[in-house]
């Protein structure tokens, strides 16, 4: 498994019909969204995972690193897309590190790979972590049945539970 994903904040809320619906409503509430949505990946991963919001066209803006929930959240300066950021940093860390670039944009992933990193799409990203996601709870429940009442009492007291039970 990859040590380092850089996600392109906007092309996934653009990609994932969930987060497109918020964005309708606030963009801010679709990013914050991800951002919990990827929190919870790395926390099943251990993947270190940077998200890029371009702020490419906002006058005045200054590039921003901010961690929340474990992830790293960069918003680009003014004139910097997120594009450029991530093939950036795909530079910087392929050297030492794996990196997974997730981003539909077909010319991105084309420039990332050519650079040694692993493309992902949006969509393949939304399928990873739904696979995570039920893999996990699968798990969560078979340890939570095996740490059942009958686990926790002694055996002759299952002994006569179970003989009341079959009488």
Same mark, same amino acid.
């Given at each position: 498994?990859?040590?380092?994903?850089?996600? &392109?904040?906007? $092309?996934?809320? /653009? /990609?994932?019909?969930m987060?497109?619906?918020i964005?309708?409503?606030?963009?801010?509430?679709?990013?914050?969204?991800?951002?919990?949505?990827?929190? +919870?990946? @790395?926390?099943?991963?251990g993947? $270190?995972? =940077?998200?890029?919001? &371009?702020? #490419?066209?906002? *006058?005045?803006?200054l590039?921003?690193?901010?961690? =929340? /929930?474990? =992830?790293?959240?960069?918003?680009? *300066?003014?004139?910097?897309?997120?594009?450029?950021?991530?093939?950036? !940093?795909?530079?910087?860390?392929? !050297? *030492?590190?794996? %990196?997974?670039? %997730?981003?539909?944009?077909?010319?991105?992933?084309?420039?990332?790979?050519?650079?040694?990193? =692993?493309? #992902?799409?949006?969509?393949?990203?939304?399928?990873?972590?739904?696979?995570?996601?039920?893999?996990? !709870?699968?798990?969560? #429940? $078979?340890?939570?049945?095996? +740490? /059942?009442?009958? $686990?926790?009492? +002694?055996?002759?007291?299952?002994? @006569?539970?179970?003989? #009341?039970?079959?009488?």
């Open positions: 498994m990859p040590l380092y994903m850089l996600v &392109d904040g906007y $092309n996934v809320i /653009n /990609n994932w019909q987060l497109k619906e964005a309708k409503r606030s963009l801010e509430d679709a990013r914050d969204k991800l951002i919990d949505l990827l929190a +919870d990946f @790395k926390g099943y991963t993947i $270190n995972i =940077i998200l890029v919001f &371009d702020a #490419m066209y906002v *006058k005045g803006s590039e921003k690193h901010e961690e =929340i /929930n474990g =992830i790293e959240v960069v918003y680009t *300066k003014e004139g910097e897309s997120a594009d450029h950021f991530i093939e950036s !940093k795909v530079v910087e860390l392929v !050297k *030492k590190e794996d %990196v997974v670039v %997730v981003s539909s944009d077909w010319i991105v992933q084309q420039v990332v790979m050519a650079h040694g990193a =692993i493309r #992902m799409s949006a969509r393949e990203l939304y399928e990873e972590m739904n696979r995570y996601i039920e893999k996990h !709870k699968k798990e969560y #429940m $078979n340890t939570f049945y095996k +740490d /059942n009442l009958e $686990n926790r009492l +002694d055996e002759e007291t299952v002994k @006569k539970l179970r003989q #009341m039970r079959e009488n």
